[in-house]
Structure formats: structure tokens, C-alpha cells
């Protein structure tokens, strides 16, 4: 069930967390990514940019808020996926979570030179998340 954990974090941080049991962290995980999203404007950002809209997307966007997003965001599917295993390996099995969280905020560091929809490249990042899922699905 640990892939399930993942995915649902995947889909909102915080639900992987709920999904293991750990009800207070998931619902601290969700307040922060809501709160993220709405300051940081990243909902407008995504629906504004997946309609054609990228420089209004990049304008929008307040990055002061955004650059917390994709390390979070990487942090909480991992957490999810961890913790729904006992006895996993801490050190290696966040390797692919922290290169998912890197990958996510060069994406949003180089926003304003891509010529692709910015929110696309932010998307790269679950790549590295699923394939650390499957090496480690055992660890």
C-alpha cells in the first residue's frame, strides 16, 4: 500500500500522510500547500499556462512562494511513501525525492527562459519520484 500512499500524495500533500494514519501531519501538510498555492498564485499560474497563457502564467506567479512549492511538494510524496513501510531505508530511498525537488526548482528558478509552458517543466519532476518508487519498492 505504499504506492497508494505516494499517489495520493501526489495528487494533494498531505493525503499520503492521512492515508497512513498520521491524521495531524497530513492536515499540516495540506494547510501549508494550500497556503503555498494561494499565496504563491500557483493554481492561476497552472490554469493560465496550460491555456496558452505563459507569460501572464509567469506573471502572475509570485515566486517568493513558488520556489517553496516543488521541495515541498517532493518532500511530502516521499514522506508518505516512506513512512508507509516500516523498517525502510531513510538514506537511499529519498535520493530520487531530492533530485525531483531539485529538478522542480531549477524549473521554476529558469521560469522566465523557457519558451515550453513553465508548469510543464514543474511537472518533470514526478518522473524521478516514480522511478525511485519502483528501485526502492523493496527497501
Do not use: C
Not at 57 to 82: K, S
Amino acid at each position: 500500500m505504499r504506492n497508494i500512499a505516494a499517489l495520493f500524495s501526489l495528487l494533494m500533500p498531505g493525503f499520503g500522510q492521512i492515508y497512513n494514519g498520521y491524521f495531524m501531519k497530513g492536515v499540516f501538510f495540506v494547510i501549508v500547500e494550500h497556503l503555498d498555492n494561494i499565496l504563491g498564485k500557483i493554481n492561476q499560474a497552472i490554469h493560465l499556462d496550460f491555456n496558452g497563457y505563459h507569460q501572464a502564467a509567469l506573471d502572475i506567479t509570485v515566486y517568493d512562494f513558488m520556489l517553496f512549492y516543488p521541495g515541498f511538494y517532493a518532500y511530502a510524496v516521499w514522506d508518505a511513501w516512506y513512512y508507509a513501510k516500516e523498517g525502510a531505508n531513510k538514506a537511499t530511498t529519498a535520493i530520487p525525492f531530492i533530485f525531483a525537488g531539485f529538478l522542480g526548482e531549477i524549473g521554476a528558478i529558469f521560469a522566465p527562459k523557457f519558451t515550453i509552458p513553465t508548469l510543464t517543466v514543474g511537472l518533470f519532476m514526478i518522473i524521478p519520484m516514480l522511478i525511485g518508487m519502483v528501485i526502492f519498492r523493496k527497501h
